[in-house]
T-cell receptor, first 111, second 112 residues
Framework: QQPVQSPQAVILREGEDAVINCSSSKALYSVHWYRQKHGEAPVFLMILLKGGEQKGHDKISASFNEKKQQSSLYLTASQLSYSGTYFCGTLPGGSNYKLTFGKGTLLTVNP | SQTIHQWPATLVQPVGSPLSLECTVEGTSNPNLYWYRQAAGRGLQLLFY??????ISSEVPQNLSASRPQDRQFILSSKKLLLSDSGFYLCAWSYRGGQGAFFGQGTRLTVV
């Protein structure tokens, strides 16, 4: 089942922070985050495998609450290059490798 | 290092014509392979995924099919294209354990 992302769109000024949320109605083995620039393929940002795990990538970090089946992506001190559509992808537990994505969050960072 | 090749980058096909999109992965073995479709301004719709040669899971009933004739080759096909098949088709691979997925450049298909 497709994860649910919120918000659908965010508009920021350079230097502001944003949070993108991803939730699932089913238990999750892992949560992935991707960024897609217009006209390009999505690019893998990070994966969270354990409940409570947090990861960081430059000024982009994420957390995974396994019990709540939720993940959040944190973008701090946003840069113009952060603009794009962010997708969360989820894998169910066990040997199921069906990787499904949320509908995406369009992030626009303005000068 | 691992690379994924997907071609062609763009394709214009008439309604009713056949389709064959190919994707190959280099630098890894026994990957999970995926085909997604993205309509303009929309999300990523999972079409097919495969965990091994000849093993295909179909997610959306439609006039598309997929095959995996070799470990690192994934093919998306159609016998007769519909207008609604237009979109951005993306192939992706992941490690067996599912640790992240890596996408090909995509094929922008327009059915006219």
């Amino acid at each position: 089942q497709q994860p649910v992302q919120s918000p659908q769109a965010v508009i920021l000024r350079e230097g502001e922070d944003a949070v993108i949320n991803c939730s699932s109605s089913k238990a999750l083995y892992s949560v992935h985050w991707y960024r897609q620039k217009h006209g390009e393929a999505p690019v893998f940002l990070m994966i969270l495998l354990k409940g409570g795990e947090q990861k960081g990538h430059d000024k982009i970090s994420a957390s995974f609450n396994e019990k709540k089946q939720q993940s959040s992506l944190y973008l701090t001190a946003s840069q113009l290059s952060y603009s794009g559509t962010y997708f969360c992808g989820t894998l169910p537990g066990g040997s199921n490798y069906k990787l499904t994505f949320g509908k995406g969050t369009l992030l626009t960072v303005n000068p | 290092s691992q690379t994924i090749h997907q071609w062609p980058a763009t394709l214009v096909q008439p309604v009713g014509s056949p389709l064959s999109l190919e994707c190959t992965v280099e630098g890894t073995s026994n990957p999970n392979l995926y085909w997604y479709r993205q309509a303009a301004g929309r999300g990523l719709q999972l079409l097919f995924y495969s965990v091994g040669i000849g093993q295909i899971s179909s997610e959306v009933p439609q006039n598309l099919s997929a095959s995996r004739p070799q470990d690192r080759q994934f093919i998306l096909s159609s016998k007769k294209l519909l207008l609604s098949d237009s979109g951005f088709y993306l192939c992706a691979w992941s490690y067996r354990g599912g640790q992240g997925a890596f996408f090909g450049q995509g094929t922008r298909l327009t059915v006219v």
